[in-house]
């Protein structure tokens, strides 16, 4: 069946990895691509697909009723990647987080509902749950968000909920734990990590080093998120991880194994405030409908530090010339690095 598919925020990582398996898998479907273009957006990440016939991009803001509306026009379905990612920067400053990962998930969706979209994947996140010690959250787990990023991110959640509750929306709400993989920002840890190392520049660990995280590759991630607008159950929720739980502190050492680099690298530097210590999902519900993960941690990280290696026209312009991120680095990192 012929669709037409709104992707909000799909010039980011996710987003912009998603847009381009959709046009590849799906070669009947439209995409139109509704993004801002905040820091995190980049025209570069779908530079391939630019001029593809069933591709339109719109620079625009979700929290705009205007725009939402124009780009929602003749849509089928809807997925929104649309959303300010970084805990690091929601510490520093929470009101952009508010905006897009609350108010814009709600302006999405009263024009869902007024044009009357089929389904509409709201991506969330397992930050909603807070930190695990022991064991896996499920989707009925009690969500308890520990710091602005994954509080914003649950009121989004909560509010396509509210929507389906009340006004029949038809959403599909997804969870999903750490992603790493090509186009990623420089400022999350696998690909920070990698373009410092490449440039025997230290690799900031916070605390121990010794947080847990269940690293997904972003294919299976996408891949995951077209079997679930098309089979997923509207009203439900349903966490997505690759089922690798790691220790920062390994994933750190492995990204130097691969790059030949020292372990000396590895500076241990102020701890993240209110850092989540693990994050651990239970995936039995997807995969009784039959999903998997096709892509080991090992393998893809192999991939992703090839792709970063290989792709410095893409990175570096934006650790070199990029005044934003230079700030942002200095104001995370000058003090601790000191
Ligand atoms: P990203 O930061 O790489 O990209 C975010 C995109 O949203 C950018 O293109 C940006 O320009 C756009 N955007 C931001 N505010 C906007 C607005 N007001 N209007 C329109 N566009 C706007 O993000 P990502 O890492 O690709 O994450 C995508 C989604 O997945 C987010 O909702 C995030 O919360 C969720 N998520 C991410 C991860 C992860 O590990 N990266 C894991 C689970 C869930
Ligand atoms: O779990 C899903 C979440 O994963 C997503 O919802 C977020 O959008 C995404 O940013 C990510 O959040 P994290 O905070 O887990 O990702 P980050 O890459 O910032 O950090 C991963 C771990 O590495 C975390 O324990 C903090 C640590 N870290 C991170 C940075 C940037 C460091 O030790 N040093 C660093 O410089």
């Given at each position: ?196 190392a ?54 750190t050492r492995a990204v130097l194994a691969?790059l030949?680099k020292p372990d000396?690298l ?73």
């Open positions: 069946m012929s669709e037409r598919l709104l992707v909000t925020g799909g010039c980011g990582f996710i987003g912009s990895n998603f847009v381009r398996l959709v046009l590849q898998e799906r070669p009947d479907w439209e995409v139109v691509n509704l993004d801002k273009l905040t820091y995190a957006g980049r025209l570069e990440n779908l530079q391939d697909v630019a001029d593809h016939p069933k591709y339109r991009f719109i620079r625009g803001d979700i929290c705009d009723p205007e725009a939402v509306a124009l780009a929602m026009r003749g849509c089928t379905l809807g997925v929104n990647f649309a959303a300010e990612t970084h805990v690091d920067r929601s510490l520093l400053g929470a009101s952009h987080f508010i905006d897009t990962d609350v108010k814009g998930v709600m302006v999405l969706l009263e024009e869902a509902r007024r044009v009357g979209l089929r389904r509409f994947v709201q991506i969330s996140t397992d930050e909603v749950y807070g930190s695990i010690e022991q064991g896996s959250f499920t989707e009925e787990s009690v969500l308890n968000p520990r710091n602005p990023y994954a509080a914003s991110k649950a009121g989004g959640d909560r509010m396509a909920y509210a929507y389906w509750a009340t006004y029949g929306v038809p959403v599909i709400i997804t969870r999903a734990s750490n992603n790493y993989g090509p186009y990623q920002y420089p400022e999350k840890l696998i690909p920070l990590f990698i373009t410092n490449l440039r025997d520049e230290p690799l900031p660990l916070y605390g121990d080093g010794r947080n847990v995280r269940d690293w997904l590759y972003v294919e299976d991630h996408c891949r995951a998120l077209l079997f679930l607008l098309e089979q997923g159950q509207p009203g439900e929720v349903y966490n997505i991880a690759g089922g690798n739980e790691r220790e920062n502190l390994e994933v691969l030949g000396s590895i500076r241990f530097v102020a701890d993240r405030p209110g850092h989540d210590r693990r994050y651990s999902l239970d995936t039995s519900k997807l995969q009784r409908l039959g999903w998997r993960p096709q892509v080991s941690f090992e393998e893809g990280l192999r991939r992703t530090v090839r792709w970063y290696v290989e792709n410095s026209w893409w990175w570096q312009p934006i650790k070199d010339h990029d005044g934003e991120f230079r700030q942002y680095y200095q104001l995370q990192y000058g003090e601790r690095l000191a």
